[in-house]
């Protein structure tokens, strides 16, 4: 009996749960395992953390913006060419080992980094968005300042923040947070359509995790 309970012990600490404002962690060994393959790497890494560690001390308006022009200077490749398939949602860790993300791998590491400098998770919503000048769609991320105003828009194709209702290219098509999934009203509220959404929901089980 006692063997048992020993090994069961062990299998919880064998998987680190953490708190989503505490993410992204990386351990000093999984650092030292990513910079005997890959220095870059763990140089993105720190780099990442002294950036978050700066912003901390910022104003929320600057830390917005700040966060959003370091985010946007990782460069972009499509899923098909990291993971060899389409759509794959990246963890921030993911993100910042590899170097390379597509859109929605931008907002998922700009949400997650908000959550980390004390942003309320009800105001973050990832936001599928229709193009309306090239038809395609793009995820970006929407930050209400305040609920029921037009979100502010952070894109991983713009350097400038802007609201919603300021981007004439883009026509919102989906609100996804830990709530549920919404739709915006003409007047501008949000009216929820379902409870989850799969691609978050797998994404949040690996980032409490820690992965």
Not at 61 to 75: C, E, P
Not at 167 to 187: C, H, P, W
Not at 193 to 200: G, M, N, T
């Amino acid at each position: 009996m006692r063997s048992k309970i020993v090994l069961i012990v062990l299998m919880l600490f064998k998987t680190v749960v953490i708190n989503a404002d505490e993410y992204p962690a990386f351990s000093t060994n999984e650092l030292n395992t990513i910079c005997c393959s890959n220095p870059i790497s763990k140089n993105r890494i720190l780099d990442y953390q002294q950036t978050m560690q700066k912003l901390a001390i910022l104003p929320k308006s600057k830390q917005l913006t700040q966060l959003n022009l370091y985010l946007n200077s990782l460069l972009p490749q499509y899923d098909a060419v990291t993971k060899h398939k389409e759509d794959y949602w990246a963890t921030p860790k993911e993100f910042l080992t590899i170097g390379y993300g597509d859109c929605e791998d931008y907002v998922i590491i700009k949400y997650y980094s908000l959550l980390h400098l004390g942003y309320d998770k009800r105001h973050l919503y990832l936001t599928i968005v229709k193009e309306k000048f090239h038809g395609g769609y793009h995820m970006v991320l929407s930050y209400f300042k305040q609920l029921g105003s037009s979100p502010l828009i952070l894109d991983n194709l713009s350097f400038k923040i802007l609201p919603l209702k300021q981007r004439s290219d883009l026509q919102a098509e989906l609100f996804i947070n830990t709530a549920g999934v919404y739709k915006m009203e003409r007047n501008g509220s949000l009216i929820k359509i379902a409870d989850k959404y799969k691609e978050f929901e797998d994404l949040q089980k690996r980032v409490l995790k820690n992965l």
